[in-house]
């Protein structure tokens, strides 16, 4: 039994984000998604100018005349979201944490999923795999997905890049669309998310909160690592040391950049202080071009 709480925040997501599925976003999933792969459709007799690669040989030898097979796009996709729930993700200096704007993503995409009779499935993760939902079609399943979002208590505090990206091989049997939505504090993780990322069609969706990129003049600071519990007293009041966080976190993000760049991995980059609808759609507008 849902809780009542539990039932009407799902409802609600699902009411708001349904106009911009139907409106906006709908629209740019199903171009840029419509079938990343051929599956065979039928056989017909060669004509001048077909590719000699797609000769049935069996057929061709069963009835004397040369005969090629016919591919068509699939229509069918699978789309899986791969949710870092680490402890992390409770923070957010903004209206919202990551772990609320990272559901709300996946609630856009997986009523776009569904809107396209694609299946879509869900893992969350911390330092291990915490709950893993096979993909499926409809409604139901995509409610059921956004309510694990909203409901499951992460076990660990810690991120696993790397163990969540080798699960997704492991089960993961044919090629998919994968969304990894996380803030990406973590290292270590570059050679499995290559093997993804060559297997599949893998998006890192990297949410980031300001305070992360700058601390503002607010004299001495308690900070406490989420993940880790390492606390830390700094003081905020010296230029000095607001220049030396902001150079960390510069330096961070441009090695976080140049290992996406360096792999071929698509990034797009979310705030918490901002909408993340409008960088969702530019990027799959961009992607729908260069297809």
Not at 35 to 47: D, H
Not at 233 to 246: F, I, P
Not at 268 to 290: G, I, M, Q
Request: aromatic share 8%.
């Amino acid at each position: 039994m849902i809780p009542r709480e539990l039932f009407q925040k799902v409802r609600r997501l699902e009411i708001r984000t349904r106009g911009l599925v139907n409106n906006v976003f709908g629209g740019e999933y199903h171009s840029r998604f419509k079938g990343q792969g051929m599956e065979f459709a039928e056989v017909r007799p060669y004509q001048i100018g077909d590719d000699i690669r797609t000769i049935d040989w069996n057929v061709s030898a069963r009835t004397g005349e040369t005969y090629v097979k016919v591919f068509e796009e699939e229509r069918e996709q699978t789309v899986m979201l791969a949710v870092d729930i680490s402890r992390s993700g409770e923070f957010g200096s903004a209206s919202k944490f990551k772990r609320e704007i990272a559901a709300e993503i996946c609630a856009i995409v997986a009523f776009s999923a569904i809107k396209n009779n694609d299946k879509v499935g869900l893992l969350l993760f911390s330092d291990e795999t915490e709950l893993f939902v096979p993909p499926e079609k409809g409604r139901r399943h995509a409610l059921r997905i956004i309510r694990d979002l909203f409901a499951h208590e992460s076990r660990s505090a810690g991120t696993s890049l790397s163990n969540a990206f080798t699960h997704l091989l492991h089960v993961l049997r044919r090629r998919s669309v994968v969304l990894v939505i996380s803030d990406f504090i973590d290292d270590g993780f570059e050679k499995p998310m290559k093997i993804l990322a060559r297997k599949h069609d893998a998006v890192m969706v990297q949410i980031i909160d300001p305070r992360e990129e700058s601390v503002p003049r607010v004299g001495l600071v308690e900070l406490t690592d989420a993940e880790t519990g390492e606390t830390v007293v700094l003081d905020t009041g010296s230029a000095r040391v607001r220049e030396w966080l902001a150079e960390r976190a510069y330096v961070r993000q441009s090695e976080l950049d140049e290992l996406f760049r360096r792999n071929r991995v698509d990034r797009v980059a979310v705030h918490t202080d901002r909408s993340y609808f409008e960088p969702l759609v530019e990027f799959f507008r961009r992607r729908s071009r260069s297809r």
